[in-house]
Nanobody
Framework: VQLQASGGGSVQAGGSLRLSCTASGVTFSSYSMGWFRQAPGKEREFVAAISRSGSPTDYIDSVKGRFTISRDNARNTVYLQMNTLKPGDTAVYYC????????????????????WGQGTLVTVSS
C-alpha cells in the first residue's frame, strides 16, 4: 500500500492550494481517508476526513469553511482544497487511510489509520 501526497508549496496569506493523495496497491473505495498536519515544534493534528463513499466528511474547527476534502474513487485520489490560507496553516500535511466496511465512518484519531503518505509541505507567508 502506497499513499503519495503532492500539491504543497508556498503561498501568501489568502491564497489557495489543492493537495492530492493518490493510493496504489489498495481497493481505494474501501478506505476511509484523512488529512493531518504537523507544524514545526507541534504535534500532528487532525485536519479533515472523508468516508469511503465521500459522505460524510469531518473537519477541525479552524479550517471549516476554508478547506474542503473530496475524493475521486475512479482515480484512487483524495483531495484537500485549501482556500483563504493563513500563516497558521503552515505545516507538513499528511494523508492517511484505513480500510473500513462502512460507508459512513470517518476518523479523527491518527491511531485509527494504518497507512500514511510521506507528507507535503505547505508554507503560508503573511
Amino acid at each position: 500500500v502506497q499513499l503519495q501526497a503532492s500539491g504543497g508549496g508556498s503561498v501568501q496569506a489568502g491564497g489557495s492550494l489543492r493537495l492530492s493523495c493518490t493510493a496504489s496497491g489498495v481497493t481505494f473505495s474501501s478506505y476511509s481517508m484523512g488529512w493531518f498536519r504537523q507544524a514545526p515544534g507541534k504535534e500532528r493534528e487532525f485536519v479533515a476526513a472523508i468516508s469511503r463513499s465521500g459522505s460524510p466528511t469531518d473537519y477541525i474547527d479552524s479550517v471549516k469553511g476554508r478547506f474542503t476534502i473530496s475524493r475521486d474513487n475512479a482515480r484512487n485520489t483524495v483531495y484537500l482544497q485549501m482556500n483563504t490560507l493563513k500563516p497558521g496553516d503552515t505545516a507538513v500535511y499528511y494523508c492517511a487511510g484505513r480500510q473500513t466496511y462502512s460507508n459512513s465512518l470517518v476518523f479523527r484519531n491518527s491511531n485509527h489509520y494504518g497507512y500514511w503518505g510521506q507528507g507535503t509541505l505547505v508554507t503560508v507567508s503573511s
